[in-house]
């Protein structure tokens, strides 16, 4: 069966949830069931030695909780995102999105440290209550299931999407000040692309002063204005 197209967030089985009990029954568990996998104690964090990089702490689920967050992600992963971002889309890789910048002759690459790590609890409950149109009680539960200790996990599927939907509003302003500048933008998890056939102006990442400031290699999201 061919896959199907994805469509907008406004059609979405998550939009508009009215009751915890409905987000339950979407995720095929009870109340209580959901309730309980909203807790710290269903993860294990260990520590992965990657060579040539730094420790990295891996927050993973534990097998009930990852099983309930697949089902969330296969609902959020049908949502239509903006073509800027490439990850997380069926049948894009990572050469595509290099292709994207091909031949263009000048090319900025900015990495967002701590991408998961940094986007708190606060703005992934503000996501769900703004833009995905929940009540307080709900988008609060949801928060909590896919967070843990107040920011996105490292190690499970839904935190590369709420994390773009946590930042969404930031990415869409990067991406029109580059608009504004003939520069392609491409978004790729925690790696931001820029690439132009012309030398990059001179402070054109600053021509709104009010818009997010790009302007070194490595950039902490936590201090890029949210969505929330």
Known sequence: MPPRDPFPLEKSQLFRLGRKKDVATLLGLTLPELKSLSTDNNFRVWSKKQRGKKLRTIEEPLPRLALTLKKLHAIVARIETPAYLMSGKRGIKSKNNAEVHKYNGYMVNVDIESFFQTTKREFVYLTFRNDFGQTDDVASLLADLVTYK?????GTS?????AFWAYKKTFDRIHTLCENNGITMTLWVDDISFSSPNPFLRRWDKEDRKSTRLNSSHTDISRMPSSA
Do not use: A, F
């Open 158 to 162: 839904t935190s590369q999407d709420m």
């Open 150 to 154: 107040g920011h996105l996990p490292t």
